[in-house]
């Protein structure tokens, strides 16, 4: 059976004085109409019965509380976490508390968790992922709460946006293979329709354009990688290192895909990296957890969630476009390239 929650009231009928007086006597500095002994009092019987102050209530009170929801959505996925923590750390310095909600299992989405704020005292949403959901944009203008998204996915977003470059990212991981005097780079990506997957694949291909390289088009996989746990090895590159293609270098779409591209070449017979160089994307924990240890590029969390955090607050005094700003990513060396 769930206990229900202690009020004023109740602590008011304990102690036999008005809930005025107990609300002055919890308040965090001394009333000069309650006497130091009944504040003593009326607290002791506060904790007594495990009466816990409402946030919300002192929020519409006393106005000096300030939060930023954030929207988590239902699926895994490895740079969320971090995200979320830095997007922490920069609401604490600017004085904000951060409120996480996961969308679960919820019918209607990330939308109906904002409207689901009506009753939380919130001055501004985050959102990871969403960027182009009108429903979500429709929810918090509802509730006239800003509204920023951390999204990569989408190519026209109508909110407010933060993500990675990823086309310089792209860009990045391939210059470091080509820099090694590789000529031939394969790219194992996924059959998703993204813009982190066009963006990635295009500054593939200026890296190249760049070295004076020609693409070999037969060397971009496209490999079905089902969003649960992923396959031993991708078929896609399994046939085409039986089919006798050789490469010197591989860029994985994203960290998670390099686990099965390894097990791949290791079962053709390949070492990494001394016969083929891999460097992957995103620098999840998995990537440290590899056979050798993953080069990779590198997400800038601790940027995306701060400037997240900027922004809703920026956007409670001030309109934000509906404009994508991008933060370049870095490398991270390893042993597999």
């Known amino acids: 059976m769930t206990r229900s929650r202690v009020t004023l009231a109740d602590v008011s009928k304990r102690a036999g004085v008005g809930v005025a007086t ?34 919300a209530a002192r929020a519409l009170r006393t106005g000096d509380y300030r939060a930023l929801s954030v929207i988590v959505p239902d699926f895994e996925w490895g740079w969320w976490e971090p995200v979320v923590r830095s997007a922490y750390n920069a609401a604490e310095e600017h004085g904000y508390h951060l409120l996480v909600h996961p969308v679960g299992e919820r019918r209607d989405g990330p939308a109906g968790t904002i409207s689901a704020l009506s009753n939380v005292p919130t001055d ?41 470059d990823n086309r310089a990212g792209g860009r990045m991981a391939t210059e470091h293979l080509l820099s090694q005097g590789l000529q031939r780079v394969a790219y194992v990506g996924n059959t998703w329709k993204a813009d982190f997957v066009d963006q990635r694949i ?23 990688n089902p969003a649960g746990d992923p396959p031993l090895t991708f078929k896609e590159l399994d046939d085409l290192l039986a089919a006798g293609v050789r490469f ?10 390099a686990g099965p591209a390894l097990r791949s070449l290791r079962r053709a017979g390949l070492t990494v990296p001394d016969d083929v160089a891999v460097v992957g994307y ?27 955090v900027s922004l809703a607050i920026q956007a409670q005094s001030s309109p934000l476009t509906a404009e994508r700003r991008t933060i370049v990513p870095t490398l991270r060396k390893r042993h597999s390239a």
């Open 22 to 55: 107990v609300s002055r006597a919890l308040a965090a500095e001394p009333h000069r109409d309650v006497s130091p002994a009944t504040r003593e009092r009326i607290r002791k019987i506060a904790d007594e019965l495990g009466y816990r102050p409402s946030l």
């Open 124 to 164: 501004g949403v985050i959102v990871l992922g969403y960027g182009a959901s009108r429903e979500v944009q429709e929810a918090a203008g509802a509730l006239r709460l800003p509204v920023v998204s951390v999204d990569d996915t989408v190519t026209q977003p109508i909110l407010p946006t933060v993500s990675v």
């Open 202 to 224: 295009q500054g593939y291909r200026d890296a190249h354009e760049s070295a004076g390289i020609e693409v070999d088009e037969q060397l971009i996989l496209k490999c079905e």
């Open 248 to 257: 010197d270098g591989m860029f994985c779409e994203y960290d998670r895909m």
């Open 282 to 308: 995103d620098d999840e924990e998995s990537a440290k957890l590899t056979d050798p240890p993953l080069t990779t590029i590198r997400q800038p969390y601790e940027e995306l969630g701060a400037l997240a």
